[in-house]
């Protein structure tokens, strides 16, 4: 089983950035494919990307695409969001999730684990 803790998020002026991190308990962190989604009030899960187990490989919507960037340290557990050029779009509650199959998945409920969420506000 796996724990995930999002953290970093905050209020930004639009065309700022941030740092979202994703903490993950137990050993077998580097098993996981990691997916990150984002939820705006009144809204369905949206994914936002998607990382390979060793890293090496991400994934974006194009409504992220070249502003977002995904990463991973397994050593450490932890994931990351670094969200560049924020727009006030982008306003929502952020969450990372774990996913045991070896797909690129987009949907939120196939995934096998997800975090509490972290919010993120981008004012204009």
């Known amino acids: 089983q796996v724990q995930l803790v999002e953290s970093g998020g905050g209020l930004v002026q639009a065309g700022g950035s941030l740092r979202l991190s994703c903490a993950a308990s137990?050993?077998?962190?580097?098993?996981?494919?990691l997916g990150w989604f984002r939820q705006a009030p009144g809204k369905e899960h949206e994914f936002v990307g998607y990382?390979?187990?060793?890293?090496?490989?991400?994934y974006y919507p194009d409504s992220v695409k070249g502003r977002f960037t995904i990463s991973r340290d397994n050593a450490k557990n932890t994931a990351y969001l670094q969200m560049n050029s924020l727009k006030p779009e982008d306003t929502a509650v952020y969450y990372c999730?774990?996913?045991?199959?070896?797909?690129?998945?987009?949907?939120?409920?196939?995934?096998?684990?997800w975090g509490q969420g972290t919010q993120v506000t981008v004012s204009s």
């Open positions: 999730a774990a996913d045991r199959s070896y797909y690129v998945d987009s949907t939120w409920s196939n995934y096998d684990y």
């Open positions: 137990g050993r077998t962190f580097s098993s996981y494919a």
């Open positions: 990382i390979t187990r060793s890293g090496g490989s991400t």
